[in-house]
């Protein structure tokens, strides 16, 4: 509740917070010019239609920029339109013929169908220039779905992926101080108050252009309550907090002047949680309104009953909902939904379909926002949205809308997304077989992000059986889309350990988006890019390193190509990428080779997890722990313990959050580490991992044997190896053992890949019985890795020489123990010959 004003008196009940709309004007529109220019240079182009983006994070000068842009080109002459929500429809209709017209769409991500609709019409082209300027928090599945409306939304679509969000600084070296001061005299003249001399306190970086805004209209409140003493000091940091402070007791003075505190209408302390409901809901008429006051009435005391009518009215004209910023008056809303039990649910419940959609989209807008930023309420918003999400009704548009605004992958979201996607499929009619060739999909996706790829699969078969009878009615629009989910597919199958299969998907998706890059040039490129980012990385794991290292460096070309022109929004593809091709080579023994990518990797990754922990931690992850294998594969051992150390640190971060996604890392990076510390002498310590890494991986086989077992053999031959170092050999021959079983039985579903490994297994195990003085039972492993590796050999000689060199220096050792001296000798002097015969880079 509310108890005292901000300042003693306060001698006007406008609202100060509507100042800061943009479209008020109040304060001209400062900096930008860059993007300014770019944007009515985008205006004049020579193309007859064109869709451009504008990004950034709340509060950073969006909405400004596109009004500014819209009205420096109505006064050139062009016919400029806001467009509102549900408001598509009649947008083209509205525009002149022949007339050059700007339509600018604000909360783009939120939008329904008619979107998709309005850009649709406009490919079709119109007598006159058109641009469609989309206002966004960033690029997400929305932006994805709107392009596979078709290839002519597409070809619109794509360059307006170039951009960068906006930077929170509007001016080159701004200073938050001097931006302060210059806004205070415009407010002031709002106002009609003198203008006051302030002494502003910053915060580190530069502020958003909303706090600079809302600490110049703080100081001229002070000045309009106390008059003008000197210079007031004002916190841009805590200045949307202040200004808050106003607009409550405004909403106090409101009520009062309309008779309704008090026994008329209700209590001081139901003032909060009736303008909450209503920013929520975003009521715009009385009746609406009077029947969310009856609602909430039951869980907000101190309304009076009978008084739902003159309550109503004077929510509307409040209209909190319309006439604020959503950043400022969102940790108001997040307070009273977390201390009000039942205020969400009151809100909801029976509530219509746009004042549903409104309050769940508001909802994740509190919950994606402190998730940026990190801020205080995180746990809350997290609730808050989880109720808003549950209470949503059955509504296939609403349901695809809101799960299109949740950023992934996330940790924190990732289930609630996977949620969505399902119910949204649910409510997706059977009959519309492209809307639901897509609810399959993006369920699919959903669900492989949180580590159910056995459940995704079946999804995305389904959505490839639909997308292939689409093809044949319609390939232009349809290939596209098939490609696409044919490269999720091949995904999902290599999360599973089937990489063959995998293969087959992702060979069929290249294909038929070069086929569509031929013909349109430029529009499936990023589509293009992830399909053969994908096939490289299948290749690899179908033990074809050679293969995969071609396709790994077409796509780090193909990122580098777009992260150039969009560093925000591909940076963190193109790392992956290096650090793909860093394993490619790793795996090829070409380590020096492998160094520059890892290191380019590994800094792109440090800088997007400290941006944005929950998108960016695991990939940090990963690029650790490939910077750490390849200073191991270059001799630098103790320099690779800091990066595996650090790998491990976040892996167990990751897997305690999201250990469906996450806790396969962590076995990896825990073998990794134990296998690094016991070559380096510190092998307790090593042990203890590798026997952490080989409980996780049974767990994680008995749950997905196809996937998991081939890693499970390889911790427990990286635990053999530590047991005989630690002259445990018992330990040792009973996890080579195992291993060795388990490499047989692969063997026996896929030859090709699994024979090296085998062939290995093998080695180790003939030189664990050697030590144990078991000299007749070292003899027959070794002579079966060693004629596995010959036929290996005749394969693909360079790569698995070495193997052969190795299993025959063990060959030689057992054959000695049992005195056949000659053979000895023999499989020693060819072991010395394959040695001497390989090229300094493969040894």
Request: charged content about 25%.
């Amino acid at each position: 509740m509310l108890t005292s004003p901000p300042d003693a008196t306060v001698t006007s009940f406008l609202s100060p917070g509507r100042l800061l709309a943009p479209a008020r004007r109040t304060v001209p529109f400062v900096g930008r010019t860059a993007e300014l220019a770019a944007l009515l240079d985008w205006c004049t182009g020579p193309e007859e239609t064109a869709v451009q983006l504008v990004t950034g994070p709340r509060g950073v000068g969006k909405t400004r920029l596109a009004r500014e842009a819209a009205h420096r080109m109505a006064h050139a002459g062009w016919t400029c339109l806001d467009v509102p929500d549900g408001a598509e429809p009649a947008a083209l209709p509205a525009v002149p013929d022949g007339a050059p017209a700007l339509l600018v769409l604000d909360d783009a991500e939120t939008r329904g169908p008619a979107l998709a609709e309005l850009l649709r019409t406009a490919a079709g082209g119109r007598n006159g220039a058109l641009r469609i300027l989309l206002v966004a928090r960033g690029v997400g599945p929305w932006f994805n779905r709107l392009a596979a409306t078709g290839l002519a939304v597409r070809a619109l679509l794509e360059p307006a992926r170039a951009g960068d969000d906006l930077d929170a600084r509007v001016l080159p070296g701004q200073v938050d101080a001097r931006l302060v001061t210059a806004f205070v005299e415009p407010y002031a003249r709002a106002l009609g108050v003198p203008v006051p001399r302030v002494a502003v306190g910053s915060v580190p970086g530069g502020a958003r252009m909303l706090d600079l805004h809302a600490a110049a209209l703080c100081a001229v409140m002070r000045t309009q309550v106390r008059g003008s003493r000197g210079a007031l000091p004002v916190d841009v940091s805590d200045a949307l907090d202040e200004l808050l402070e106003h607009e409550r007791w405004t909403w106090f003075r409101s009520a009062e002047d309309a008779g309704l505190l008090g026994e008329a209408g209700f209590l001081p302390e139901a003032i909060d949680s009736l303008v909450a409901a209503a920013t929520l809901t975003g009521v715009r008429t009385a009746d609406a309104a009077e029947n969310l006051v009856r609602r909430v009435a039951d869980v907000v005391p101190g309304v009076r009953p009978g008084a739902e009518a003159e309550i109503a009215r004077w929510l509307v004209r409040l209209d909190p909902q319309r006439a604020l910023p959503r950043r400022l008056v969102d940790p108001h809303l997040l307070a009273e939904l977390t201390d009000t039990p039942g205020l969400l649910g009151a809100c909801l419940t029976g509530a219509a379909a746009p004042s549903v959609r409104r309050a769940v989209l508001r909802a994740a807008d509190l919950a994606v926002e402190r998730l940026d930023r990190r801020s205080a309420g995180l746990s809350d918003a997290l609730d808050q949205l989880g109720a808003t999400v549950a209470a949503l009704p059955e509504d296939g548009h609403l349901l695809r809308t809101v799960s299109g605004v949740l950023p992934h992958p996330s940790l924190a979201l990732g289930e609630l997304r996977a949620e969505l996607t399902l119910r949204t499929l649910a409510a997706t009619p059977d009959g519309d077989r492209a809307r639901r060739a897509e609810a399959l999909r993006d369920v699919g996706v959903a669900l492989g992000e949180v580590g159910r790829s056995a459940d995704a699969e079946r999804y995305e078969r389904q959505a490839v059986a639909l997308f292939r009878g689409l093809v044949e009615q319609d390939p232009h629009r349809f290939r596209p889309r098939l490609a696409a989910v044919l490269a999720n597919l091949g995904a999902t199958l290599s999360d599973q350990g089937r990489p063959q299969d995998a293969l087959r998907c992702e060979e069929e998706a290249v294909g038929l988006l070069r086929h569509v890059d031929a013909d349109h040039p430029g529009v499936v490129t990023l589509d293009l890019t992830t399909a053969v980012s994908n096939l490289a990385v299948t290749l690899a794991e179908l033990g074809q390193p050679l293969s995969a290292l071609a396709p790994s460096r077409e796509a780090v070309q193909l990122w580098r190509g777009l992260a150039g022109r969009n560093p925000d929004r591909f940076t963190r593809a193109l790392a992956l990428s290096l650090m793909n091709v860093a394993r490619r080579l790793l795996e090829l023994d070409r380590g020096a080779e492998a160094l520059p990518a890892a290191e380019e990797s590994l800094e792109i990754r440090r800088r997007l997890a400290h941006a944005d922990p929950d998108e960016h931690l695991s990939g940090l992850g990963d690029s650790l722990e490939v910077m750490g294998s390849v200073l191991m594969n270059q001799g630098r051992g103790v320099e690779s313990l800091r990066y595996l150390e650090e790998a491990v640190a976040i892996r167990r971060r990751t897997a305690e959050e999201n250990p469906g996604r996450y806790l396969a890392d962590l076995a990896h990076s825990l073998r990794a580490l134990g296998t690094q510390l016991s070559g380096l002498g510190r092998r307790a310590e090593g042990l203890e991992l590798q026997q952490e890494a080989v409980g996780v991986q049974r767990r994680l086989a008995a749950d997905n044997p196809g996937r998991y077992v081939p890693e499970l053999a390889e911790a427990l031959s990286a635990l053999g190896v530590t047991y005989s170092r630690l002259d445990r050999p018992q330990d040792a021959l009973n996890a080579e053992r195992e291993a060795t079983r388990t490499w047989r039985v692969l063997v026996g579903t896929d030859p090709h890949r699994y024979r090296p490994r085998l062939a290995r297994s093998l080695t180790n195990l003939s030189s664990i019985f050697a030590v144990l003085k078991l000299g007749d039972e070292a003899l027959a492993p070794a002579s079966e890795a060693v004629a596995l590796l010959r036929d290996l050999v005749a394969e693909n000689t360079p790569r698995y020489r070495p193997s052969l060199a190795a299993a025959l220096r063990v060959l030689a050792l057992a054959l000695h123990d049992q005195e056949r001296f000659a053979e000895a000798r023999e499989a020693r002097s060819e072991a010395e010959e394959l040695g001497e015969s390989l090229p300094i880079g493969d040894m």
